[in-house]
């Protein structure tokens, strides 16, 4: 397990169009996150999850978002009707639970320009 | 609530000192700091939890004063090699990473 792994790296598409992401986290981490990061801000948190159960959503998160992670392993983004505004890198990181010192481990990002 | 990063940018000569420092609102349980390198995921440095100790890392090294809600992270005798963003995380609750809100960041150069 060389660690996480998101695809696709970069993807262009047409304002109103829908995008689905792909994450795979480090194969024993059982929570998984979803950030946006635009240009010189640091990530923004948008929703995780312990195993399969979605535990939190930020208000970031419009109904155009929905994220899911069915059985608890590969997690999958999706953007409706996609806008400008959502052009940003999608962060995806992994953790495991059952520690308080453990750390985060993220994947090289999905870029996302809307045009 | 977002915490609040100084200084916005450094640059520094190699073998120069730098603090970077971390500040929240709220009373916080841990606080994470992570270095990005343009183009690149973020990478962790260190963690530092409400009543540990200092943390020391090569020659990267935080603290963290629970009372004024405060971190700071200070790299010494700085390489090319720091070169990056420096984010730190806050999260308010126990019980390991959970939802880290990051600062702005600090984007600091290092230069021969």
């Known amino acids: 397990d060389t660690g996480v792994s998101q695809n696709p790296r970069h993807k262009i598409t047409k304002r109103g169009q829908n995008v689905t992401f792909r994450c795979d986290p480090i194969?024993?981490?059982?929570?998984l996150y979803w950030y946006r990061q635009t240009l010189g801000q640091g990530p923004e948190f948008l929703t995780y999850f312990q195993n399969e159960a979605q535990l939190e959503k930020s208000r970031l998160l419009s109904d155009r978002f929905s994220a899911e992670r069915p059985k608890g392993s590969f997690s999958t983004l999706e953007i409706q009707r996609t806008e400008q505004g959502d052009s940003a890198m999608y962060l995806c990181?992994?953790?495991?639970?059952?520690?308080?010192?453990?750390?985060?481990?993220f994947g090289q990002g999905t870029r996302l320009t809307v045009v | 609530q977002q915490p609040v990063q100084s200084p916005q940018a450094v640059i520094l000569r190699e073998g120069e000192d730098a603090v970077i420092n971390c500040s929240s609102s709220?009373?916080?349980?841990?606080v994470h700091w992570y270095r990005q390198k343009h183009g690149e995921a973020p990478v962790f440095l260190m963690i530092l939890l409400k009543g540990g100790e200092q943390k020391g890392h090569e020659k990267i090294s935080a603290s963290f004063n629970e009372k004024k809600q405060q971190s700071s992270l200070y790299l010494t005798a700085s390489q090319l090699s720091y070169s990056g963003t420096y984010f730190c995380?806050?999260?308010?609750?126990?019980?390991?990473?959970?939802?880290?809100?990051f600062g702005t960041g600090t984007k600091l150069q290092v230069i021969p």
């Open positions: 194969s024993e981490h059982n929570r």
């Open positions: 990181a992994s953790s495991l639970t059952g520690f308080e010192n453990t750390e985060a481990f």
């Open positions: 995380g806050t999260d308010l609750n126990s019980g390991g990473y959970q939802k880290v809100t």
């Open positions: 709220k009373a916080l349980y841990s």
